[in-house]
């Protein structure tokens, strides 16, 4: 397992981690977690899924992820009081650093998701692009803040499959919404949730999600000491056999070649933060 990051302060816990896994060469996963500079409450979490194959897809993540942590770091701290400024400067920064990818390297050459927060004073602005993932914790209850940019979505959406059941397609890694890509498929959501509704902000990639459902997720943040949650939630996805299995119910609705997620298929990454540890 690779260990990528750990900033343990009295009031809170901030960590990225990501693992390699245990079948592909390349890490096209890239993670941040940092403080701005000049205010230690304001915290920017973003994790990147890179893909297009070989090295490229560690280049679109590695490069979205350096320029939103130059981005956040040089930003006026004006825009860092006003959620609609912030959240209107982010998204015209995206748009630019998709079309820099897309003229260096060409259309349907290489892409990545994009799943990010900045947690200010009072609000914490989240923003996705494609299948990774942002949940918030609380009162023992596990949300998914998020949406999937992928086909399968749609089913669950419609009401015609189970959310834990989506990782059981073989489309299911076919996404919607990504950087670097295609001009026509650099599209954001963005969700702006009080500080107040959550004590944990995680996110993860779909190395980890496919393997790993909510209620498992749900039952590591409550089983192990707060220091450790990250630690053991890409641990279980990519060295624990899950035993996973097609339920008959989607054997019996669809009429698709399904496959069962294998740990360690994929990078496996995640971000958390943690508010009131004393």
Known sequence: MTSIGVQDMNDFILQKKSDIGLIRENNEDAVLAINHPKNKNIKLLALADGMGGKDLGEVASNFVIKSISDWFTNIKIDFLNNTEKLEDSLKKMISKWNNQLIEKYG?????????LSIVLENQTL??????????IYKNN??????????????YYKSGIA??????????SNIINACIGLSSNLCNCTTTIL????????????????DLLTDAKIKELI??????????????????VEQNL???PRVKRNFREPFYVPKNGKDNASGVIFIKNIV
């Open 222 to 239: 409550t089983k192990h000491k707060k220091k450790e949650i990250l630690d053991r939630i890409i641990q279980e996805a990519v060295y």
């Open 162 to 171: 189970n959310k834990e059941d989506l990782r059981f397609f073989s489309t």
């Open 126 to 135: 989240v923003l996705n692009i494609g299948d990774s993932r942002c949940y």
């Open 107 to 115: 259309n349907n050459r290489l892409g990545t998701t994009l799943t």
């Open 194 to 209: 009080d500080n107040d509704s959550y004590d944990i902000l995680l996110l993860l990639t779909d190395g980890v999600t």
């Open 141 to 154: 209850k596990l949300t998914q803040v998020t949406e999937d940019d992928s086909q399968v979505w749609t």
């Open 245 to 247: 299995r097609v339920p």
